[in-house]
């Protein structure tokens, strides 16, 4: 059987379609289905939405098919297309179809005229457009575009560095300032970095198609591939486009760090910078790497782009009935003019909200599928210095200086170490400059905010502060207007959040205070977790409402309100209980004072084990002196009996049916462990009699009865 190559097969098909060619976009598809590419695979590669690359699929087949004159689809391509070489072949050699023009001549979308590869010598004009994407649908960018152009040719620029965040527009950018400016270059080349290859491969694929030599003919070495590069710039007037180059830089770090045996790329970059030659290397990036100058440098050779978004041509996106929106307009400002983002909500809006863009704000679940992905794409390569301004500049909600943000890390860093992230940060297009401070684009503040409750909420259920003593839910601090935006955006989402999976107020307040009694366990700094703990609890009393109480409208200093802010904001142990034992709110319930595990001592209620009497005794005791401090005796388990130092006060509540049920208000001032008086049952046993005494009368019953 003949192999047929993807590149005999491209040729098939644009000498098929005659007078038509293939767009890039169309190519692409086509190459990565001749290798058993799905479409999902084939839009992850080329940074389109999967559906988008099964309406291009579904176009192309129909093309192909009237081409052909026989059915073709995804499954059958290559089926077809060995075929249709085989009538090419004996065509060719029937007609005496001269070399020049037979069909396994190649022609590219992106080149003004076809072009032949056959050349020897490098003053031959070629391209090898590798997969730079389709352009025809461009928007904006026109003066970006024309500066770039006179860097280029005006300036003759070596080293052109395009950066900007994920979906931002860098890669179309850079294919259409290619096409613009490709008629002042002889040799064309665009490679895609993002399988990350090794520099020597990519060097030798590279000078491969420049120097029209086979790879196989090419010696292995970086040095010497680098030389035959530097030697071909400096030859022919060359233009190399190599996208996605943040795919050989380190993640996690300060960016611009190069990845474990890729720092060769570092040095081509540099030499491509530094040495004479008449050629240009156009990069794109989210990153800067470090051998790229920043855009305010005075040297002209070495240039930068920080690519931001569109701004009205945004419109143009949109559908046309949406497109004069004014809603449009907030959309724009809310995703900064990314084209990616703007892409995926007019796709959602039209097939999901049809077309309702005022429904689709109203559903405020602004970053979602490929947004998210996106996101979670910059994030994943933050250091953890970056990560942490990236919480903070989501809590604090506006523009901050750089010694406000160093105070508010937790430990402290230095202020170069803040000033390297936030350098850092802004290269990669994640935080903005207003004047002498930073903030977010609120697209990313969005999602910033959804990390910090996810992560908050895992480490509440984990049972593990450390997360929470490193960022504050609400800042003290803030404005009141700040605070009430960390409260509606942070702290209420948090606490409904564990509210649904703890299912009641109890449970989570319980859990709540396991988290500050893990707390008072630490020998180390706790940073900011027990002012969040106590945040959550506060927020967990409008839910509480719900269960044993309603607050009255006016809050009083009798109010039920007014009680668990005192217990809330209390540093001793304490609780709120009934005189027929209920318990609505328990404060630290003497953990740290027992031998007993935290577990056990809050599975039992430390209310029932006074010793018999005491308690009624108190009740009686309120009832003449409504505040008292008294010394009493109860059991905190089988095992251990205190003696007990407490400030009581007899207060009022309100039930859920809004009526007043007498309370007790208890704050421990002290706990010491003594020896019970002798004979003095323990709670067990006290239990067992009850229920001895519960089953001698239901005998007695049955024996009436009988």
């Given at each position: ?62 093309i ?18 060995r075929?249709?070489?085989k ?11 001269p ?5 396994l ?28 994407i389709?352009?025809s ?53 665009w ?47 060359c ?82 009935e ?16 990314n ?72 430990p ?24 002498n ?103 967990s ?47 630290n ?23 018999e ?35 009581f006060?007899?207060?009022?509540i ?53």
């Amino acid at each position: 059987m003949t192999t047929i190559t993807i590149e005999d097969a491209i040729a098939i098909v644009d000498a098929a379609i005659k007078d038509k060619r293939l767009s890039n976009i169309q190519e692409q598809l086509l190459r990565q289905t001749w290798e058993g590419k799905t479409y999902a695979e084939i839009a992850e590669s080329c940074g389109y939405d999967s559906s988008y690359i099964r309406d291009v699929g579904y176009r192309l087949w129909q093309i192909l098919t009237n081409a052909f004159g026989e059915r073709v689809t995804k499954h059958n391509l290559q089926v077809v297309v060995r075929t249709q070489a085989k009538r090419f072949r004996a065509k060719a050699v029937t007609s005496d179809i001269p070399p020049a023009t037979h069909p396994l001549s190649l022609v590219n979308s992106h080149n003004p005229e076809p072009v032949t590869v056959h050349g020897t010598h490098l003053d031959v004009k070629r391209c090898d457009w590798g997969n730079a994407i389709d352009t025809s649908i461009f928007y904006g960018r026109t003066e970006e575009l024309e500066t770039v152009k006179n860097w280029v040719i005006d300036d003759r620029c070596r080293l052109l560095g395009v950066f900007g965040m994920g979906g931002i527009g860098k890669t179309a950018f850079a294919t259409k300032l290619a096409e613009q400016v490709q008629s002042d270059f002889t040799l064309i080349a665009w490679r895609s970095l993002r399988n990350a290859p090794t520099v020597e491969v990519m060097l030798g694929e590279l000078v491969s198609f420049l120097t029209n030599q086979e790879i196989t003919a090419l010696p292995q070495d970086f040095d010497r591939l680098l030389g035959m590069l530097i030697a071909v710039l400096k030859q022919s007037r060359c233009l190399i486009v190599l996208d996605n180059v943040e795919s050989v830089l380190r993640s996690g770090e300060i960016t611009g760090q190069y990845n474990e045996g890729y720092e060769g790329y570092g040095e081509l970059f540099r030499q491509v910078g530094e040495v004479r030659h008449q050629s240009c290397l156009i990069l794109t990036s989210r990153e800067k790497p470090h051998d790229v100058l920043p855009p305010d440098s005075s040297d002209r050779l070495v240039r930068s782009l920080q690519l931001t978004g569109l701004k009205e041509e945004a419109r143009q996106m949109f559908q046309p009935e949406l497109a004069i929106a004014p809603e449009t307009g907030k959309l724009i400002d809310f995703y900064c003019g990314n084209p990616l983002a703007l892409t995926v909500v007019s796709r959602s809006i039209h097939s999901m909200f049809d077309g309702d863009i005022q429904e689709f704000i109203d559903q405020d679940a602004n970053v979602f599928g490929d947004i998210r992905y996106l996101l979670d794409q910059q994030y994943g390569r933050l250091s953890e210095r970056e990560q942490q301004v990236m919480y903070w500049l989501a809590i604090e909600r506006e523009p901050i200086t750089t010694d406000n943000l160093r105070q508010d890390i937790v430990p402290m860093i230095s202020k170069s170490q803040i000033w390297e992230s936030v350098i850092s940060l802004r290269w990669r297009s994640l935080i903005e400059k207003n004047a002498n401070s930073f903030t977010q684009q609120p697209v990313v503040m969005e999602y910033m905010t959804a990390r910090l409750i996810d992560e908050a909420y895992q480490a509440a259920i984990a049972g593990n502060p450390e997360f929470l003593m490193s960022y504050a839910l609400v800042q003290p601090r803030a404005e009141d207007y700040i605070r009430e935006t960390q409260i509606r955006q942070i702290l209420h989402p948090l606490s409904d959040r564990l509210l649904a999976h703890y299912g009641s107020i109890d449970t989570l307040q319980r859990e709540l205070q396991i988290l500050l009694e893990t707390l008072r366990d630490r020998q180390t700094a706790i940073g900011y977790a027990q002012g969040n703990i106590m945040n959550l609890l506060r927020a967990s009393q409008s839910d509480l409402t719900k269960n044993f109480c309603r607050f009255p409208e006016r809050v009083t200093e009798h109010s039920d309100l007014q009680i668990l802010e005192r217990l809330l904001e209390s540093d001793r142990a304490g609780g709120l209980a009934t005189w027929d034992h209920r318990i609505p709110w328990a404060n630290n319930p003497l953990a740290q004072q027992t031998s007993e595990s935290k577990t056990q001592i809050r599975s039992k209620n430390l209310y029932y084990q006074w010793t018999e009497g005491s308690l009624e005794q108190l009740q009686q005791e309120l009832k003449q002196q409504p505040k008292l401090r008294k010394k009493y005796h109860a059991w905190l388990n089988e095992t251990e009996f205190a003696a007990i130092d407490a400030d009581f006060e007899a207060v009022k509540i309100t039930d859920t049916l809004n009526q007043p049920v007498e309370a007790r208000l208890v704050f421990i001032n002290e706990v010491n462990i003594v020896e019970p008086p002798i004979g003095l049952p323990t709670p067990s046993a006290r239990r067992a009699e009850v229920r001895r005494r519960k089953q001698a009368l239901q005998a007695n019953r049955s024996k009436k009865l009988g």
